[in-house]
């Protein structure tokens, strides 16, 4: 459950702007996509070494962003 503090000067539209933000930085959105569709942990382990291969060519300097 979110909890919102909200200050006595607030508008509605400035509560629900933080109340996403937080609910965004939670991650029930992305969680609720990846349980849709089932992937094997195989294909799951090779995106994550391909994930990390590009950090340290990125830290490297061998790719331009």
Request: charged share 40%.
């Amino acid at each position: 459950m979110l909890i919102i503090q909200v200050k006595e000067g607030d508008t509605v539209e400035k509560a629900l702007k933080k109340y996403k933000k937080k609910f965004e930085k939670t991650g029930v959105v992305k969680q609720l996509r990846e349980r849709q569709k089932f992937t094997k942990p195989s294909v799951r382990r090779r995106e994550t070494i391909i994930k990390a291969v590009y950090k340290q060519k990125l830290q490297i300097g061998a790719i331009e962003k």
